[in-house]
């Protein structure tokens, strides 16, 4: 009878593969190695918007948002920084493609007002319209994903009037994903 090995099992070798490499080096908190294996991957387009999700999120982190549970009085005058702004776009464009998980980190930066300045024109019925399209994502709904922005979902909401949240709803209906 063979004896159990004490080491963990060896990672498949996919997951040292290049399109991976980014992936973990955001995990380990290296945003700016990570970005040079990310952008790459995330200008890719349609098909890689987990890169560019990932892409954006490093960014916001290296513009100096920490991206924890908790929230945080964010660095003053962040949402002016270049970093932040691309950050911030890159994630838009995830969540414009549909990608779910991007749709939750607009839910929270809504929430949390880490809006850049040209977004920030009805940022309310905005948010509203994110929080809507990613309660009803399709993909989020068929994996049966757990909601992760529960408590940002509550503040967000409570932040706006019933008729902006109503209008988000509404633009939420009649939006289309968008396929750069």
């Not at 929080?131 to 049966?144: E, V």
């Amino acid at each position: 009878m063979q004896q159990p090995s004490s080491r963990p099992p060896k990672a498949p070798s996919y997951y040292s593969a290049p399109y991976w490499e980014g992936f973990k080096l955001k995990q380990e908190g290296k945003c700016d190695e990570a970005l040079e294996k990310l952008l790459p991957i995330a200008r890719q387009g349609h098909g890689f918007e987990d890169a560019q999700l990932a892409t954006g999120l490093c960014m916001l982190r290296v513009a100096g948002l920490k991206i924890s549970t908790t929230p945080e009085t964010p660095p003053q005058n962040i949402m002016d920084d270049v970093t932040f702004k691309k950050g911030f776009n890159w994630i838009l464009k995830a969540a414009n493609a549909g990608n779910f998980q991007a749709q939750a980190s607009l839910v929270s930066l809504y929430a949390d007002n880490l809006v850049p300045e040209a977004n920030m024109r009805n940022s309310n019925v905005i948010g509203a319209m994110w929080a809507h399209l990613y309660l009803t994502n399709p993909l989020r709904l068929q994996i049966g994903a757990p909601l992760i922005e529960e408590k940002q979902l509550k503040r967000l909401e409570n932040k706006m009037t019933k008729n902006q949240w109503l209008s988000g709803k509404e633009l939420a209906r009649n939006w289309i994903p968008v396929y750069k």
